[in-house]
Nanobody, 115 residues
Framework: QVQLVESGGGPVQAGGSLGLSCADS????????MAWFRQAPGKEREFVAA???????NYADSVKGRFTISRDNAKNTVSLQMNSLRPEDTAVYYC?????????WGQGTQVTVSS
């Protein structure tokens, strides 16, 4: 069973930085694809970044060059460093894992970027 717990959200001013972290309680973290999604009010949940493995990452065009996803397989954590934040980055951010063919979601953490 996989449980994902996010931390690190909060308010920040435009142009600022914020880091999110997600702890995975599962036993197959190193073989899991880890990702971050976000959902803004009135919008559908959208892909932000993914780390299929420690050496592979991919990003949505809207965050490329500003956000960095990283993982620590020894600690079962995945992080999202967000720089140059914009008001349009305001959303609830969700940690996502694909483990043994199943999808898992964290409870979400709010990020609010003020102009």
């Amino acid at each position: 069973q996989v449980q994902l717990v996010e931390s690190g959200g909060g308010p920040v001013q435009a142009g600022g930085s914020l880091g999110l972290s997600c702890a995975d309680s599962g036993r197959t973290f190193s073989r899991s694809t880890m990702a971050w999604f976000r959902q803004a009010p009135g919008k559908e949940r959208e892909f932000v970044a993914a780390s299929p493995s420690a050496s592979d990452t991919n990003y949505a065009d809207s965050v490329k060059g500003r956000f960095t996803i990283s993982r620590d397989n020894a600690k079962n954590t995945v992080s999202l460093q967000m720089n140059s934040l914009r008001p349009e980055d305001t959303a609830v951010y969700y940690c996502h894992a694909i483990s043994s063919g199943r999808n898992y979601w964290g409870q979400g953490t709010q990020v609010t970027v003020s102009s």
